[in-house]
C-alpha cells in the first residue's frame, strides 16, 4: 500500500509493508556536484507532482571497505549526485507526536552510508518510533581542510540534514521537539561533536553515542598536511577550486592511498601528532568556527549538559582492527611490552591486563589494552564530564562475544542488537548464526524507552557507583566500576 507525505521539496510516496512505512533517499539538500562539492549543503531542489521514495538514494562517494573488512561490513555504494539524502520509517505518517530517533552512521569518517541493510529502521518503527538515517560528505569533500572552502563539510551536512527532519518529521508522525540522535564509531564522533556544537540548537533533544567519545579531532594545521599530501599526489594546488576540477574517482582514489599511509606509517612529523593518535586522515578538524575545540573540554566545560546522554562501547573493540589482519596473532610478550614503552603506557599495564585475563595472549592483552585507550576511557571520561550535569548521563557496555574469527565483543557488533535486525545477512557476516535474540530484545527496548522519555530503564552514571548496564548472554545486568583497575591505569593519560 502506498502513503504520499508532503516535504517542503515535494510530495513523496513511500511503501507501507507489516504496519511500517519506508520513505527512501529523500532529498534534504541539493546535490553537492562540481563546484558545490565542497560548499556548504544549499537547499534541495523541490519537484513537481509525487517522488516515488520507494528506493536507496545515491551514497556519498568513498573508496569501499579494504580486506579483510570487506568481508565483515556490508557497505552499499549507490551511484548518483543527490547523496545527500534521508531515510524514513514511521509507523504511521497520520499519527502526531511519535520520538524521532536520527541515525548516523560510522565508517571512520570514509566509508558507510544509511543504504546498510543493517540500519533498517522498520523494528523502531514497529515500536513506535520514527526512525531517520541520513548521507553526509565523506572523506576528501567531507573533512578535507581547504583555505578556499568551508570546513567540517560532513558535519554541515549532519546539521542540514537535522534542519530537514525539524521541518518535516511531524508529516510523518514525528515531533520535531523530541528528536535523538545517534551513532556509532565515527557516527558517535560526530554525535558527541554535535552535543559540543549545536547543543540548544533545537535540532535534538537527547543523544546517544555507540563506541565513539568527544576525544578525537584534529588541529588546524595537522589537517593542512594531509592536504598538502593530496595536492601532491594529485598534482594540483591545495584549494577547492582545484580539487573541484579533479574527478571524484580520482580524488578518492588519492583518499585511500593518503589513509593507507596514516595508518601504515604514522610518523608525528609527518602527518602531525592529532592525526596520529587518532588514525585517521579525515575527521572532524578544529576549525575555529563550527569546532572550536575538542568535544570533550567543551562539554566538560558545561556545554551540552541539558542533553541527556546515553554513551558505551563493546567489551572488546579493538578485537575488529587486529584479530582478522592477523596483527594479535603475530603479537609477542616483547612485542607488547615494546608498544607499552612507546605509547607511554603504565610500565605495570600488561601485568594488571594479564592477571584480569587468566590465559590471555600479549595479542589479547593488546587489544584490551587499545580498546581501553581508544573507545573505554574516552567513554569514561565523557560521562564524568557530564557527572554534575542537570540531565542524567546513562552508561552501557555490550559484552556478548561472537565466535566468527575469534572477534568476540569486538567493535560494531551491537548494532544489529540495538536495531533488531539479527536476521539480517550484514549483521551474521560478525554475529554468526542464532545470536541471542533475547539481548537484542533487551537492547533495541531499552534504546526505544530512551527515545521515548530519556529513561533506558537504569541508574544514571555518578562517579561514586559509576554503574554500567552491561549486556550479555545468558545474563544482562549492572556492574559498578568495571575492571576498575584497568581504569585507574588511564588516570592522566586519557
Keep these: 500500500m502506498a502513503e504520499i507525505v508532503a516535504?517542503?521539496?515535494?510530495?513523496?510516496?513511500?511503501?507501507?509493508?507489516?504496519?511500517?512505512?519506508?520513505?527512501?533517499?529523500?532529498?534534504?539538500?541539493?546535490?553537492?556536484?562540481?563546484?558545490?562539492?565542497?560548499?556548504?549543503?544549499?537547499?534541495?531542489?523541490?519537484?513537481?507532482?509525487?517522488?516515488?521514495?520507494?528506493?536507496f538514494g545515491p551514497t556519498a562517494p568513498k573508496p569501499g571497505y579494504e580486506p579483510p573488512f570487506d568481508s565483515m561490513l556490508t557497505d552499499p555504494k549507490i551511484?548518483?549526485?543527490?547523496?545527500?539524502?534521508?531515510?524514513?520509517?514511521?509507523?504511521?505518517?497520520?499519527?502526531?507526536?511519535?520520538?524521532?530517533?536520527?541515525?548516523?552512521?560510522?565508517?571512520?569518517?570514509?566509508?558507510?552510508?544509511?543504504a546498510v541493510p543493517t540500519y533498517n529502521g522498520a523494528a523502531f518503527a514497529r515500536d513506535g518510533v520514527v526512525l531517520v538515517s541520513l548521507n553526509y560528505r565523506l572523506g576528501v569533500p567531507g573533512f578535507c581542510l581547504l583555505p578556499d572552502a568551508p570546513a567540517n563539510l560532513g558535519l554541515h551536512d549532519q546539521l542540514a540534514a537535522l534542519s530537514w527532519v525539524q521541518e518535516n518529521i511531524a508529516a510523518f508522525g514525528g515531533d520535531p521537539g523530541n528528536v535523538t540522535i545517534f551513532g556509532e564509531s565515527a557516527g558517535a564522533m560526530s554525535v558527541t561533536t554535535l552535543v559540543a556544537v549545536a547543543a540548544g540548537s533545537g535540532l535534538f533533544r537527547k543523544a546517544i553515542a555507540q563506541s565513539g567519545a568527544g576525544h578525537s579531532v584534529v588541529t588546524a594545521d595537522d589537517a593542512r598536511l594531509v592536504t598538502a599530501e593530496l595536492a601532491t599526489r594529485l598534482?594540483?594546488?591545495?584549494?577547492?577550486?582545484?580539487?573541484?576540477?579533479?574527478?571524484v574517482d580520482r580524488l578518492i582514489d588519492a583518499q585511500r592511498a593518503v589513509a593507507a599511509d596514516v595508518a601504515t606509517m604514522p610518523d608525528p612529523n609527518r602527518?602531525?601528532?592529532?592525526?596520529?593518535?587518532?588514525?585517521?586522515?579525515?575527521?572532524?578538524?578544529?576549525?575555529?568556527?563550527?569546532v572550536t575545540e575538542r568535544p570533550i573540554d567543551?562539554?566538560?566545560?558545561?556545554?551540552?549538559?541539558?542533553?541527556?546522554?546515553?554513551?558505551?562501547?563493546?567489551?572488546?573493540?579493538?578485537?575488529?582492527?587486529?584479530?582478522?589482519?592477523?596483527?594479535?596473532?603475530?603479537?609477542?610478550?616483547?612485542?607488547?611490552r615494546g608498544v607499552i614503552a612507546h605509547r607511554g603506557w603504565p610500565s605495570n599495564a600488561a601485568d594488571v591486563y594479564?592477571?584480569?585475563?587468566?590465559?590471555?595472549?600479549?595479542?589479547?592483552v593488546l587489544a584490551a589494552m587499545i580498546t581501553d585507550q581508544y573507545f573505554r576511557l574516552p567513554a569514561v571520561r565523557l560521562a564524568e564530564a557530564r557527572a554534575t550535569a542537570p540531565t542524567p548521563t546513562f552508561t552501557y557496555e555490550f559484552a556478548w562475544g561472537t565466535a566468527v574469527k575469534g572477534l568476540g565483543s569486538c567493535h560494531a557488533l551491537e548494532i544489529g542488537f540495538v536495531f533488531d535486525n539479527l536476521a539480517d545477512p550484514g549483521t551474521a557476516k560478525m554475529a554468526g548464526d542464532n545470536p541471542p535474540q533475547s539481548v537484542a530484545?533487551?537492547?533495541?527496548?531499552?534504546?526505544?524507552?530512551?527515545?521515548?522519555?530519556?529513561?533506558?530503564?537504569?541508574?544514571?552514571?555518578?562517579t561514586g557507583s559509576r554503574t554500567v548496564m552491561t549486556f550479555d548472554s545468558p545474563t544482562s545486568g549492572l556492574v559498578d566500576d568495571p575492571r576498575a583497575d584497568e581504569r585507574a591505569l588511564w588516570d592522566g593519560i586519557v
Excluded at 28 to 49: H, S
Excluded at 441 to 462: C, I, L, T
Design 235 to 247: 598534482g594540483v594546488d591545495a584549494t577547492a577550486a582545484a580539487f573541484g576540477e579533479i574527478p
Design 354 to 364: 594479564s592477571a584480569n585475563r587468566p590465559g590471555a595472549t600479549p595479542g589479547d
Design 271 to 290: 602527518w602531525g601528532k592529532s592525526i596520529v593518535a587518532a588514525g585517521m586522515a579525515f575527521m572532524p578538524v578544529v576549525d575555529g568556527e563550527l
Design 298 to 336: 567543551a562539554i566538560a566545560a558545561g556545554v551540552g549538559h541539558d542533553v541527556p546522554m546515553m554513551v558505551g562501547t563493546t567489551t572488546e573493540e579493538y578485537r575488529f582492527f587486529i584479530v582478522p589482519t592477523g596483527v594479535a596473532a603475530a603479537t609477542t610478550d616483547d612485542r607488547l
Design 79 to 114: 551511484a548518483g549526485d543527490d547523496f545527500l539524502n534521508v531515510n524514513v520509517w514511521t509507523p504511521d505518517p497520520g499519527s502526531a507526536g511519535l520520538p524521532v530517533l536520527v541515525w548516523i552512521y560510522g565508517g571512520a569518517f570514509r566509508n558507510g552510508g544509511g
Design 441 to 462: 530484545d533487551d537492547m533495541h527496548a531499552r534504546w526505544v524507552a530512551f527515545a521515548r522519555d530519556g529513561d533506558p530503564g537504569w541508574p544514571a552514571y555518578n
Design 7 to 55: 516535504t517542503t521539496g515535494g510530495k513523496v510516496r513511500g511503501v507501507r509493508t507489516g504496519g511500517v512505512t519506508a520513505f527512501l533517499g529523500i532529498p534534504y539538500a541539493a546535490p553537492p556536484t562540481g563546484a558545490a562539492l565542497f560548499q556548504a549543503p544549499a537547499a534541495p531542489v523541490g519537484w513537481d507532482g509525487v517522488r516515488d521514495t520507494n528506493d
